[in-house]
């Protein structure tokens, strides 16, 4: 069935460090891909997003390309803020999904000045 | 615009109770989710609606159960809680019936079972 595999956490960087979280998928249809944010005590907050192959998804210095050949969509930001300390979540949906995301565990981020 | 909104945000009952949780949706959207948010089991997906019909539903005994209303808020209803029910509970609209432009979600009510 459709999965999501996310790198393990937890992950601690300095502030200005790049940030690279490996998110890889399994899908037998043709998945639309997310990046969620969780800050503590909240709900989870749309990152990014991309619909199709190549497309790539970019938001607040966030951004994750979709590679079809790799079957992944792997989370970067160039220089991280203690601001970007959270939980971060992969996801897949597809038509073939049953009207459903499959989410990956997630990957709690912190950042230290 | 107003965003998705849980209430109530905490909760405690004994076990063998049962709760009943709200969730209004944005407006407009005609899809909600709920998931279920433990640590040890990451987020499950509870079950899904639709225009006022369950489309998909998780992998949960019977005792979870939903339902939509004709202006798309929801309700979900656990019975005879259990403590491993304790988790947060997550809501969900969605704009379209594809979910290809995303959830967004709400803060979650949290739910203590003791």
């Known amino acids: 069935g459709d999965s999501v595999t996310q790198m393990e956490g937890p992950v601690t960087l300095s502030e200005e460090a790049f940030l690279t979280i490996n998110c890889t998928y399994t899908a037998t249809g043709y998945p639309s891909l997310f990046w969620y944010v969780q800050y503590p005590g909240e709900g989870l907050q749309l990152l990014l997003k991309a619909t199709k192959a190549d497309d790539k998804g970019s938001n607040k210095g966030f951004e994750a390309t979709y590679r079809k050949e790799t079957t992944s969509f792997h989370l970067e930001k160039g220089s991280v803020q203690v601001s970007d300390s959270a939980v971060y979540f992969c996801?897949?949906?597809?038509?073939?999904?049953?009207?459903?995301?499959?989410f990956g565990t997630g990957t709690s981020l912190t950042v230290i000045p | 615009k107003a965003g998705v909104t849980q209430t109530p945000r905490y909760l405690i009952k004994t076990r063998g109770q049962q709760v009943t949780l709200s969730c209004s949706p944005i407006?407009?959207?005609?899809?909600v989710s709920w998931y279920q948010q433990t640590p040890g089991q990451g987020l499950q997906f509870l079950f899904e609606y639709f225009s006022e019909t369950q489309r998909n539903k998780g992998n949960f005994p019977g005792r979870f159960s939903g339902r939509q209303f004709s202006n798309s808020r929801s309700e979900m209803n656990v019975s005879t809680l259990e403590l491993g029910d304790s988790a947060l509970y997550l809501c969900a609209s969605s704009l379209d019936a594809t979910l290809n432009y995303g959830y967004t979600f709400g803060s979650g009510t949290r739910l203590t079972v003791v």
């Open positions: 407006s407009g959207h005609r899809s």
């Open positions: 996801a897949l949906s597809a038509a073939n999904t049953g009207n459903q995301f499959y």
